[in-house]
């Protein structure tokens, strides 16, 4: 099989009023229906809305209220039309293939119609044989009906009837901007006389035996071919009994690229293989992120028909165990919520990721690697691809595996709020069964693939998750057991008993919630009294960065405000108004500017996330992890609970996360943030790693805002590598010398006294406005920022860290493209690294030191961020800046001068 990728060709779209592109002209006067738009240059993969933009036909819909003036846009057709060379035929059939088409559409080769589709993300597939070998060239034109009248966040679940990305009709983080279009690859695929199909590698080992296995199945699919007169056969199917000798045969190579192992065997009369079992001797495994290294297998299938070759098919996996465990103290009815990768327990340290962007289509390859990347380095070890958004592209988990990101994969249904109760329309079902089959024999062959589960939210009643019993989730359930037996399948996420975190004991198995800071003292009263087994959803609201807001808001809007007083703000995030929780902690004062406004609410955003995560991570495993609620947002809000904002900056809260995450790490219990002078100061210390370790030291230090020591002392303590140790108890008297504000340094020290981990938590001795003293306490005036040399491109592929991108030299057309993957080109993610040394010298505390790139052409991360630097200190760090890559209404969020480097500016709180 040969596949030419055609999405470089010259595409064109046009947009009509319903049903007026299949009348050519008008019944009454006989005149040509014009429609709504002339062609105009189209992206493929993409969506209508970027085309527009382009070409002027709507303004920016991410500016201002703009987004409301694009809704007719989802209530006309659209027309795709391109025309390419024929490739040279095989023996077999040529099939015309779209990966994703969204939504209804009709497909034509030359004006005739060869069929109707409905979906998003099953292959669409035609039989285009003969035109392919009676002529030289082809025109495709692809019709899309307006997108269907689907629910938003808000509706009935029950009466869900597309498998249509929800989260595009409105949801808390994103507008109501329906995207239309050819969101995926579309390509010319040319058989031989036989073709590989569903094909399956996954993988196990036994890691106390250093082996491991890899197992391989897979189908043969023929088509008639020339008779012995030479007459050219019409590519119509036939089945493996018709066939001489069918033979599968399978090739391994180790990351090296050196062969280590081969197995043969016949293809049944049937048309399938048995299922392959490989062994490897002295396997390298696979694990997951801050667990060791991600070695891939090289897996080549060959297809041999009495001896000569027909088909091949490359995949890498990795090598690794897989199993599901109860959580310690479980319920004997609870599901498994522990993983266990290659005999070890993985304590899920997650983030929820929704789609990049509304214009899905349009994610290019580095926008991608840009958010894998940023999970990498924060310590996340498994990704939830959430229900109410897409199912990704290949590339993305191709580099989940690269990468070490275990990936928790749901189907595409949510809740919608009236009710949340999994649609059982017939319709439904049969789509939801077309995406579900496909997604399983593609994703199934990924070693980051870890669990399936149903969708988001879905409830039998109020508050009551659904479980198997449920008609639909039986269905999928059923589905995943016949595709992808090895890997669990939970019914929804929460699964229950009940949907909402609570303090109630024994029946929080795995659940939401909250996703607002609970205030002072009850964010910490809740937290530290639950018992949840498993913490799949849950956040804290923040501000995004003022470099993002200036991108979106007009100017009269860049001020702090509640969102009941803006409708721009109310546009841009209604759910997540900080404002009045804000003034509670900061006072009126915070309200001074909308830079101080934005730095306090992602403060308090960080502050209440990481209480969370770190409670959740002292009851390791009677609770088995976390999955942050959200990683990123595919809308520019105002305000969200997204860790990284729209245009790529990274919040507080991400690099917060990152110490929580940190494979050491060492966390204080507390009740409250404020104790007034005479009080005495409480909490409870505690100290985790992923390896057993001994000898180790918790240093707690509290500390006035100009540096001086209150309190030191020094607790020992040893770690297990799967649980988190209780490591001693502060009890100190707070006195005026505290002053309004202080902080607690923890640090979690080796054998020979060097600093694994660091955290700094913050407290005052005031009755109301605790944090209004950070307002005045130092604005970092005197901190310094020392290059300590000059930007230096960084190596990315020796990292391990390259993209995989189509090259010019790869189009549809040309005659040396063999396989569209083949043909890709390693193109590196442009960076550059620097380090710096940033020193305060001033007399008060510089807060929270952060740093801006200003030429707005880069992304940017450090190794670490928003740290606070008491004065007299020093901290060195390297910051990384990938150039900007990205596509949609984001491909012109780029800096003025392409060549330019990076530019950065450091400030504190």
């Known amino acids: 099989m040969k596949e030419w990728l055609l999405n470089g060709e010259t595409w064109e779209v046009k947009g009509y009023w319903p049903w007026v592109p299949l009348k050519v002209s008008s019944m009454e006067i006989g005149q040509e229906l014009l429609g709504v738009t002339d062609w105009m240059p189209a992206t493929v993969p993409g969506g209508v809305h970027a085309d527009l933009l382009r070409a002027g036909l709507i303004e920016d819909p991410w500016s201002g209220l703009n987004s409301w003036k694009c809704e007719w846009v989802e209530n006309r057709w659209w027309v795709y039309r391109a025309t390419f060379a024929c490739p040279e035929p095989g023996s077999g059939r040529t099939e015309l293939v779209f990966k994703g088409l969204d939504y209804e559409a009709q497909v034509f080769v030359d004006g005739k119609l060869l069929g109707e589709h409905e979906g998003m993300y099953h292959e669409v597939v035609f039989d285009v044989t003969e035109a392919a070998r009676t002529q030289e060239r082809m025109e495709v034109t692809v019709m899309f009906k307006h997108a269907p009248d689907e629910m938003s966040q808000i509706g009935l679940t029950s009466r869900t009837y597309t498998q249509k990305s929800r989260f595009n009709y409105k949801w808390d983080f994103s507008t109501r901007l329906v995207n239309i279009g050819i969101w995926d690859d579309v390509l010319l695929r040319v058989h031989e006389a036989w073709t590989l199909d569903d094909v399956s590698v996954t993988t196990d080992a036994d890691p106390e035996a250093g082996t491991g296995e890899i197992f391989v199945s897979a189908a043969a699919r023929g088509f008639a071919i020339a008779d012995d007169a030479g007459a050219i056969g019409n590519g119509a199917e036939v089945i493996a009994g018709d066939a001489q000798a069918l033979t599968l045969r399978v090739d391994v190579t180790d990351p090296d690229g050196v062969n280590v192992a081969h197995s043969e065997s016949p293809i049944g009369t049937d048309g399938r293989t048995g299922e392959l079992r490989i062994p490897i001797e002295q396997a390298r495994l696979w694990q997951p992120n801050g667990y060791g290294e991600q070695p891939l297998y090289g897996v080549r299938l060959t297809l041999l028909a009495g001896g000569d070759v027909m088909d091949t098919r490359e995949l890498k996996t990795g090598i690794r165990s897989l199993s599901y465990a109860q959580n310690e103290e479980s319920p004997a009815e609870a599901l498994p919520y522990t993983f266990v990768v290659n005999g070890k327990r993985i304590y899920v340290r997650g983030v929820n990721m929704t789609p990049l962007d509304h ?5 290019t390859p580095e926008q991608y690697e840009y958010y894998v990347l940023l999970m990498k380095r924060a310590g996340v070890n498994m990704v939830r691809v ?16 690269r990468h070490g990101l275990l990936v928790w994969q749901e189907f595409v249904q949510s809740s919608s709020g009236i009710d949340n109760i999994p649609s059982k329309r017939p319709a439904f079902l049969e789509l939801i069964a077309l995406t579900a089959v496909s997604a399983l024999k593609a994703k199934r062959n990924h070693v980051s693939l870890t669990v399936w589960s149903g969708g988001n939210e879905l409830m039998s009643e109020p508050n009551v998750p659904s479980t198997y019993e449920d008609a639909n989730l039986a269905m999928l359930k059923k589905l995943v057991e016949t595709h992808d037996p090895r890997r669990l399948f939970l019914p929804t996420s929460a699964s229950g008993p009940v949907q909402y975190i609570t303090p109630e004991k024994g029946i929080s198995h795995d659940v939401h919630g909250h996703w607002k800071y609970q205030g002072n003292p009850g964010h910490y009263e809740l937290y530290s009294d639950v018992d949840n087994l498993f913490h799949s959803e849950f956040g804290v609201d923040g501000v995004s960065a003022v470099k993002s807001l200036k991108k979106f808001l007009p100017a009269s809007e860049l001020r702090p405000v509640s969102m009941n007083d803006s409708l721009v703000w109310r546009h841009h995030g209604e759910w997540w108004d900080t404002y009045d929780r804000d003034i509670e902690l900061f006072g009126e004062d915070v309200g001074a500017g909308i830079g101080l ?55 507080m809260a991400y690099y917060w996360t990152r110490r929580a995450y940190s494979p050491y790490f060492a966390s204080a219990a507390y009740k409250r943030l404020n104790f007034r002078s005479g009080e005495t100061f409480e909490a409870r210390l505690f100290a985790g790693a992923h390896a057993e370790t001994e000898g180790l030291t918790v240093r707690s230090r509290l500390l006035g805002m100009d540096g001086e020591l209150l309190h030191e002392q020094s607790d020992a303590v040893s770690v297990d590598g799967e649980h988190t140790a209780h490591a001693g108890d502060l009890h100190t008297l707070v006195t005026e010398a505290f002053g309004s504000l202080f902080l ?7 054998p020979a006294g060097a600093v694994l981990h660091a955290n700094d938590y913050f407290f005052s001795t005031l009755e109301r406005d605790v944090y209004a003293p950070a307002l005045t306490s130092g604005d970092g005036g005197r901190l310094t920022a020392t290059a300590l040399g000059d930007w230096a491109a960084e190596d990315t592929t020796a990292a391990g860290e390259t993209i995989a991108a189509q090259g010019d030299d790869a189009k549809a057309n040309d005659a040396k493209a063999n396989d569209a993957r083949a043909n890709d080109v390693l193109r590196r993610l442009e960076a550059v690294t620097r380090r710096f040394r940033l020193t305060n010298d001033g007399d008060h505390a510089a807060l929270h030191v952060h740093a801006e790139e200003s030429t707005n052409g880069w992304w940017m991360a450090a190794d670490d961020l928003y740290f606070t630097l008491l004065p007299g200190e020093s901290r060195e760090l390297t910051v990384t800046c990938w150039r900007k890559r990205a596509g949609g209404f984001l491909a012109g969020d780029v800096g003025a001068a392409a060549d330019a480097l990076p530019e950065l500016g450091f400030r504190s709180f």
């Open 359 to 363: 214009l899905y289509g349009n994610v």
């Open 597 to 651: 406004f934005s730095r306090a609410s992602q403060w308090i955003q960080a502050e209440g996330l990481r209480f969370v995560l770190e409670a959740n991570r002292r009851r390791q495993f009677k609770n088995s992890g976390s999955v942050i609620w959200q990683l990123n947002e595919p809308y520019p809000n105002a305000s969200s609970t997204s860790l990284v904002d729209y245009y790529g900056e990274s919040k």
């Open 386 to 401: 959430w229900g109410g958004g897409i199912i990704e592209k290949e590339s993305f988990y191709d580099l989940c595996d």
């Open 744 to 750: 607690l340094r923890l640090e979690l020290l080796d």
